[in-house]
């Protein structure tokens, strides 16, 4: 990344309890995209698929991101699913989220959930 470069965090979960998505194609598509874009140099893409909540602080910490993209599964209680350590749905819920977020405030500009409901 080119300093003064903007970090790009997309973060996917397909947990094996869930019907299938096809996350490798979302990745394609918005990598593409990126590659045309007139600042592409100072775009770092950082994609993290099979996600566990273990997994988002860190890659937090280590990226500080400007911008977080989640894709994956939503709950009609408004969680979104990460997986366990076995692959499984692991829902996180929003409030959770938020106070999370909120501790990455200075960095993160953007935050997109792609999920279900």
């Known amino acids: 990344m080119t300093t003064g470069g903007l970090t790009f965090l997309l973060l996917a979960a397909n947990p094996v309890d ?27 893409f950082r994609p993290h698929l099979a996600m566990r909540v273990a997994d988002l602080q860190e890659l937090l910490l280590r990226y500080q991101p400007g911008i977080v993209h989640f894709s994956g599964h939503g709950t009609e209680a408004g969680e979104i699913l990460l997986q366990d350590d076995s ?10 989220l938020v106070d999370l977020f909120g501790l990455f405030r200075t960095h993160v500009r953007c935050i997109v959930l792609n999920a279900c409901y």
Request: positive net charge; proline residues 5%; charged residues 35%.
């Open 18 to 44: 869930t019907p299938l998505l096809r996350l490798e194609e979302e990745i394609r598509a918005i990598d593409r995209r990126l590659r045309g874009a007139a600042y592409r140099d100072q775009i770092d």
């Open 87 to 96: 692959g499984r749905a692991q829902p996180v819920a929003a409030s959770a």
